[in-house]
């Protein structure tokens, strides 16, 4: 895997590197700690379209964690043979790219000089690389624009009010979660209606720059939160990729060790392990496993505001303690100067999204299944009909597809059931009988589904509950009788 990968940032040289696939690269620089791949990355970097100014703190951080990390590879062929026709390493391969930069890269002149001095962790053919690196960028006489704006990883979500409705916490707040003491509780009782910070991680990670340096921000977060009284405004929760391994106490340990104070609002977290998929599906989270263990995955960290809805995040590259700081200000100063305005929308939404849903599809392919059910039943007099007809029945396939697929973060299996019990009466009885009230009678169906599957878990557990009562009072009447 990881020759797989470093080739494939390597090739980006070559091939040229899209900007979709810098942050990638950043990414390796910044936390790797494999010398095939850091080294592909600092290659790969030099195929971008423009040289930076930006890209030299990665680089230069590149440097530092291949210390007795190096080794020697060859990044021009897949599988190489000894001895090595192109030989290069981690460390050489950063230097090129300094030297591809040129003049972007004057700030990197003093820790360069540095390393001249520095015999015990830089070979003399490495001084030799770095001396040259050096004057090539001095040589750089060009009046460069040196933006000291840093790349980053953060992004904030601009999405439709429809969209925000149903990526928001609430939607998957019936699930519960394991705290660092054991004690379990709906992940909707832990959120409680706070601004809340949200990261990843996993207590067998063997990078330091990835899961051990994000539970530390937390613990300067939290402190810095105390120090400006903001602690009990703001929820700190960190959840586990490696619910089967982590437990309740190991988590808490590895919490402990790195200065987090757990309280009401600062958690480390875990789903069970098969309900890992749920908080995956909702975050979109970058992680893969093999068998019971996770073997690669990202930085990532979440704010939410006091609603549930995901207002900011940060992928891949590093966030820092002051940046999650100032969000969260933010964050606070919005949700007090409009509270009353973000209640009222908030109760608003509440009562009128489901039934809005109905009228306004998930996807764009929804609308298909919803209007050519309204007009399926008089299909037969279109003449483009013969070619419309399949088409209809297979987004309807799909949209029941999809309904099954997401019924684990939404209400379960009986929307499922119903909208497919109105597909399948639009199919037979409706369309192929030209029964028009069974048609009918099957839209009604597929929209009752769509609705069901809508609600929010606190409003479908009050229906479900009701229609479970309701069954077991007619079931013991009809015992009795």
Known sequence: MIRIRGYALA??????TPDSAIN??????????????????????????????????????????????????????????????????????????????????????????????????????????????IDIIEEDKRELELSCCEVEGRSTTKISWLWKGMRNIRNIGNLEVQNENGQTLPLEDIINRKPTVVAFFYTRCMNPNKCTLTINKIGWLQKKLIQNGLDDKVNLLAFTYDPGYD????????????GIVFGSNVHVLRTRPEQFDIL????????????????????????????????????RLQWTVDSIFKDIEKLLKKSSRFKWINNLKNSILQTLFPVLLIFFPKCPVCWGVYLSAFGISSLQSIPYSPWLIPFI????????????????????????????????LILIPGYLLSNEVISILGVFLILIGSLLNSLSFKHWSKISSLFSSSFHDLKKAMSKN
């Not at 030099?46 to 990665?58: I, L, M, N, T, W």
């Not at 050489?92 to 962790?121: C, M, V, Y």
């Not at 437990?247 to 790195?258: A, H, I, L, S, Y």
């Open 11 to 16: 090739s980006f040289k070559e091939t040229g």
């Open 24 to 133: 990638f690269i950043l990414d390796e620089l910044q936390n790797g700690r494999n010398a095939y791949m850091v080294g592909g990355a600092a290659r790969g970097l030099r195929g971008a379209k423009h040289p930076k100014a930006q890209y030299v703190s990665f680089l230069i951080q590149g440097v530092y964690n291949l210390k007795y990390h190096d080794d020697s590879f060859d990044l021009k062929v897949f599988k190489p043979k000894w001895p090595l026709k192109n030989p290069s390493s981690g460390r050489l391969e950063i230097f090129r790219t300094l030297k591809w930069l040129k003049g972007h890269a004057k700030a990197a002149l003093p820790e360069l000089k540095s390393f001249l001095n520095n015999t015990q962790d830089f070979s003399p053919d490495l001084h030799k690389e770095i001396q040259k690196t």
């Open 247 to 258: 437990t309740p106490t190991k988590m808490r340990v590895f919490g402990e060790n790195r």
């Open 280 to 315: 995956s599906d909702f975050f979109q989270l970058g992680v893969n496993h093999v068998s019971s263990t996770v073997n690669q995955h990202r930085l990532e960290l979440f704010l939410l505001n006091h609603n549930g809805n995901i207002k900011i995040t940060y992928k």
């Open 393 to 424: 029945f297979i987004v309807i396939l799909i949209n029941l597809f999809i309904m099954y697929r997401k019924s684990k973060i939404r209400n379960g299996l009986i929307p499922f059931w119903i909208s497919l019990t109105g597909g399948v």
